[in-house]
């Protein structure tokens, strides 16, 4: 799960199928493009956001978490929101049940390394879905 969950930091594995996207199919470069640029934009978002909520991430005594994270704050959760941007945006260009599946399995992997309440995972994914709905 540590493994599967690090492809989302950051957003890096939805960068690169927008890369792998726009290189194979350059009549809807311009889609993937801007698909990894909500991505992009979304992941600074959720960091502001961390910034002024600055939640602390969960602690249960005698339960670590079981992934180093690289910072304590844990709302909303980037994972969410990324994956979340990323799943609106590219199931206009590619099969939408694998996406979105994918995208779940990111978000919700946060919370099984008990690095976020399921608060976090929520909040991530709607800052995700309104990113890429109202960003033009």
């Known amino acids: 799960m540590r493994r599967f969950s690090l492809l989302g930091e950051h957003g890096i594995v939805w960068y690169s199928i927008c890369g792998v996207g726009a290189a194979v199919d350059p009549g809807r470069r311009a889609q993937f493009g801007r698909a990894a640029a909500i991505v992009f934009s979304s992941f600074f978002a959720n960091q502001a956001v961390k910034f ?18 690289a910072s304590q ?3 909303p959760s980037a994972h969410a929101t990324t994956s979340t941007a990323a799943a609106v945006t590219l199931s206009k260009l590619l099969p939408r049940a694998p996406v979105y599946a994918f995208a779940t399995g990111l978000a919700l992997s946060r919370l099984y390394l008990g690095v976020h309440y399921p608060s976090d995972t929520v909040a991530g994914a709607a800052l995700g879905w309104a990113f890429a709905e109202l960003v033009p």
Request: aromatic share 4%; glycine share 4%; net charge positive.
């Open 73 to 75: 704050r844990s709302y």
């Open 52 to 69: 002024v909520a600055r939640r602390p991430r969960p602690e249960l005594p005698g339960l670590p978490a079981l992934v180093h994270t």
